[in-house]
């Protein structure tokens, strides 16, 4: 309906509408809905009754718990739970999302987050931002990375709610700090932790290719298959996974050498001093001299140029929930393994930015 009261109806219909279970017993209960000749806008429309889902034939409450239920697991597996069909099952899910955003109210964020996710072969992006105060995502957009798209959601915030927000954290990509910066330029930039932290595993990843292509016969043998034993920290590791580290570092000076700069640069951010910092980073740097490691040096002029993004962690007040920021990156890989090959970009928007948020 348009929203008009009426006191008389059209005419009247018995539904049946499905109810929660009891027990192992399906629950539908029988009602009479009525119709309304609307004088507004001059169709015939059903009544509109608060209990019922978007889907008329579900109460909302059956809607809520099987918006839960897929929070959980694939629509797939729940369509199979409650013996439904796969499309019902996901716009019950979507009407549930959107309930979730609603009772969120308004984004008002201070500290937000910047980063970007890849929904699809051929480097197509879209936008992630989130409010690192109250640690939820609260938009999903854009086109690509770049600077126009980031525009859309401060657009969106408005100028008033944009002036509120006091640092902004993301990776070292350009548009993104000059996006941000154009609309508020009294935001401090702080670069990600891991995402600076990625960039050193590549030029890892890097160092050991090379390597790779350097030795021959069965020197190679230490190297094969140590990709992710390089990348991961020692205390991730496990005991074979040590072992193996132990004797692939043993066996290359190189590498050696490279694995334990990337492990020691993580301390950067334990000082609480810009000249504690500054002082630990031109050590590291020394210890590259002579060492022939040329992803490290190109590492190390990426991380001057942004130094100040860098280092602004030791400012009072710049202090981000870096466990929350690692932790909805990971939510967001196992939507989207969970969603792959999905087509429907606003089904992947509401879960996103639902994934946060508290069950109804």
């Given at each position: 309906?348009?929203g008009?009261?009426h006191?008389?109806?059209?005419?009247?219909?018995?539904s049946?509408?499905?109810?929660?279970?009891?027990?192992?017993?399906?629950i539908?209960l029988?009602?009479?809905?009525?119709?309304v000749?609307?004088?507004g806008?001059?169709?015939?429309?059903?009544?509109?009754?608060?209990w019922?889902a978007?889907?008329?034939?579900y109460t909302r409450r059956?809607?809520?718990?099987?918006?839960?239920?897929?929070?959980m697991?694939?629509?797939?597996?729940?369509a199979?739970?409650?013996?439904?069909?796969?499309?019902?099952?996901?716009?019950?899910?979507?009407?549930?999302?959107?309930?979730?955003?609603?009772?969120a109210?308004?984004?008002?964020?201070?500290?937000?987050?910047?980063?970007?996710?890849?929904?699809a072969?051929?480097?197509?992006?879209r936008?992630?931002?989130?409010?690192?105060?109250?640690r939820?995502?609260?938009?999903?957009?854009?086109?690509?990375?770049?600077?126009?798209?980031?525009a859309?959601?401060?657009?969106?915030?408005?100028?008033?709610?944009?002036?509120?927000?006091?640092l902004?954290?993301?990776?070292?990509?350009?548009?993104?700090?000059?996006?941000?910066?154009?609309?508020?330029?009294?935001?401090?930039?702080?670069?990600?932790?891991?995402?600076?932290?990625?960039h050193l595993?590549?030029?890892?990843?890097?160092?050991r290719k090379?390597?790779?292509?350097?030795?021959?016969?069965?020197?190679?043998?230490?190297?094969?298959?140590q990709?992710?034993?390089?990348?991961?920290?020692?205390?991730?590791?496990?005991?074979?996974g040590?072992?193996?580290l132990?004797k692939l570092?043993?066996?290359?000076?190189?590498?050696n050498v490279?694995?334990?700069?990337?492990?020691s640069?993580?301390?950067?951010?334990s000082?609480?001093?810009?000249?504690?910092?500054?002082r630990?980073?031109?050590n590291?740097?020394q210890?590259?001299?002579?060492?022939?490691?040329?992803?490290?040096?190109?590492?190390?002029?990426l991380?001057?140029?942004?130094?100040?993004?860098?280092v602004?962690?030791c400012?009072?007040?710049?202090?981000?929930?870096?466990?929350?920021?690692?932790?909805?990156?990971?939510?967001?890989?196992?939507?989207?393994?969970?969603?792959?090959?999905l087509?429907d970009?606003?089904?992947?928007r509401?879960?996103?930015?639902?994934?946060?948020?508290?069950?109804?």
């Amino acid at each position: 309906m348009c929203g008009r009261w009426h006191r008389s109806f059209y005419d009247q219909k018995l539904s049946v509408v499905r109810d929660l279970a009891c027990g192992q017993y399906q629950i539908y209960l029988e009602l009479l809905v009525r119709r309304v000749a609307c004088v507004g806008c001059g169709k015939v429309k059903r009544e509109r009754l608060a209990w019922l889902a978007d889907n008329p034939f579900y109460t909302r409450r059956f809607a809520w718990q099987v918006g839960r239920r897929c929070r959980m697991a694939a629509i797939k597996d729940v369509a199979r739970e409650f013996e439904l069909d796969w499309h019902t099952v996901k716009e019950l899910e979507k009407q549930y999302m959107r309930e979730q955003l609603r009772r969120a109210g308004q984004a008002k964020p201070e500290v937000i987050g910047i980063d970007e996710i890849a929904i699809a072969r051929g480097h197509t992006y879209r936008i992630v931002v989130s409010d690192l105060g109250r640690r939820r995502p609260i938009w999903f957009g854009g086109q690509d990375r770049s600077e126009e798209s980031l525009a859309r959601f401060y657009q969106e915030l408005g100028p008033q709610r944009t002036q509120g927000i006091r640092l902004a954290v993301m990776d070292m990509w350009k548009p993104f700090e000059n996006g941000t910066l154009e609309h508020n330029g009294e935001v401090a930039i702080l670069f990600d932790k891991f995402h600076v932290l990625g960039h050193l595993g590549e030029a890892l990843d890097q160092v050991r290719k090379s390597e790779y292509g350097r030795l021959a016969g069965k020197d190679r043998q230490f190297i094969k298959g140590q990709k992710y034993t390089l990348l991961s920290s020692r205390a991730n590791l496990s005991l074979d996974g040590r072992r193996s580290l132990a004797k692939l570092l043993q066996a290359n000076h190189r590498l050696n050498v490279a694995y334990l700069l990337k492990e020691s640069f993580g301390q950067l951010w334990s000082y609480r001093t810009e000249a504690g910092a500054r002082r630990f980073f031109d050590n590291w740097k020394q210890a590259l001299k002579w060492q022939r490691l040329k992803p490290y040096q190109k590492f190390a002029r990426l991380i001057e140029r942004h130094w100040e993004g860098i280092v602004a962690y030791c400012q009072f007040g710049h202090e981000v929930p870096l466990g929350f920021v690692e932790g909805f990156n990971n939510k967001i890989r196992v939507l989207q393994r969970r969603a792959y090959g999905l087509r429907d970009e606003e089904y992947l928007r509401l879960k996103i930015l639902t994934c946060m948020l508290p069950e109804l």
